[in-house]
């Protein structure tokens, strides 16, 4: 018990410290807890947050007054809302009813494709294993098509959520936007009077999080373009579709670019074998994804919170099992969140002054730069 009660000495001694904590459990605790029900406050929350990006820049920038900066980033918000609804939503579910039309015939392409393996080469492939994955592989489809079956009935219910969300998130963004100060009030009055450690830990976030989440969303955007236009000038099917998931599959890192590998080579297979136009769409599809990776995201992020593959990994496993998919999403989020947390964290003082294992004038071997993690 010694070393638990000196451990907690250590590291709340600070009430600053302390305060953190609290606000950090409350905040989780209500995201847990009441999450679900919450979700349009939640998700407002997020959209706004973005979009007060935009708002700020043309009230700094370009001098607009803050209401018309506002009434301005909420038209175009709505727009967006449109174009996604009446544009892109029917094109997208459009391919993927002809995909799943053609899901048959691609089975069976591809059960004459495994069959032939035996004879093409006998000494690493027998038919008896072919015919096991074929089995297994035809189990599998009919339990993702159960679970589609189901996922189907349920949808009725998920057709009134989406609509109450349509009519709800929307008049909740415009009301955080331009009610922005008053809410920060409202919240600032149930704070202790010094809360320094709680607005240092906020202003990282802040600055990490903001620029990391619209860069995000510029680099989907960006990808998702570029993909469509070198799939739709190449003929591909279901251009539209795999596009938007190739879009979808940067945020979450290293992970997502490898499962959509798979149905882009898939389509193509299917589309026109093993040809050079095959080979020709694979080649365009990894200079896309090389582009992305070294030219794109060190041009959007080059001053965010640099996380290592090992924590980004490990924070979409934490995060995902914790929350599900908008675990995912915001699992690099939420990561800068917890670095910035730990940077600010008040850390404990040797006798002389200095940070615990260091002699009284002794410098550290690194220091990491803002923004970098150590």
């Known amino acids: 018990m010694k070393i638990i009660s000196d451990w907690f000495l250590r590291f709340f001694s600070d009430p600053q410290a302390v305060i953190l904590t609290v606000v950090l459990v409350l905040g989780t605790s209500v995201i847990a807890f009441m999450g679900r029900d919450l979700a349009p406050l939640l998700a407002s929350i997020v959209i706004a947050y973005l979009l007060e990006g935009v708002v700020q820049f043309l009230w700094f920038r370009l001098r607009v007054p803050r209401l018309l900066g506002t009434a301005l980033v909420f038209v175009l918000f709505l727009a967006f809302v449109l ?28 059960q004459n494709l495994l069959l032939s393996l035996p004879a093409s080469y006998p000494e690493f492939v027998t038919e008896a294993q072919v015919l096991g994955a074929i089995s297994a592989l035809k189990a599998e489809i009919a339990t993702w098509g159960q679970n589609v079956l189901t996922w189907s009935l349920a949808a009725g219910a998920g057709v009134i959520t989406f609509v109450v969300y349509l009519v709800l998130v929307p008049l909740l963004v415009f009301f955080f936007l ?4 008053l809410i920060l009030a409202w919240l600032h009055g149930f704070l202790p009077r010094d809360h320094t450690l709680a607005q240092q830990v906020w202003r990282e976030v802040d600055r990490q999080m903001g620029n990391y989440v619209r860069g995000k969303f510029l680099e989907v955007l960006v990808v998702w373009l570029a993909t469509y236009v070198a799939f739709a000038y190449m003929g591909l099917q279901f251009a539209m579709l795999l596009a938007l998931m190739v879009g979808l599959s940067v945020i ?9 590998t798979v149905p882009v080579a898939l389509v193509a297979f299917f589309q026109w074998g093993w040809s050079s136009e095959f080979l020709w769409l694979l080649g365009v599809y990894l200079i896309i994804q090389g582009l992305d990776g070294n030219v794109l995201v060190p041009l959007l992020f080059s001053e965010v919170v640099d996380l290592h593959p090992i924590a980004i990994i490990a924070a979409v496993l934490a995060f995902g099992g914790l929350w599900g998919f908008w675990g995912v999403f915001f699992a690099i989020p939420l990561a800068t969140v917890v670095q910035s947390i730990l940077k600010a964290w008040p850390r404990p003082m040797g006798a002389g002054g200095a940070p615990s294992g260091l002699r009284e004038g002794e410098e550290p071997l690194a220091v990491a730069a803002p ?4």
């Open 83 to 110: 174009f996604l609804l009446f544009g892109l939503l029917p094109l997208v579910s459009r391919q993927l009813t002809q995909l799943v039309q053609q899901f048959p015939n691609m089975i069976v392409r591809g």
């Open 178 to 181: 331009k009610d922005k100060e």
């Open 252 to 260: 979450v890192p290293y992970i997502g670019a490898v499962v959509v």
């Open 371 to 374: 923004g970098r993690a150590l």
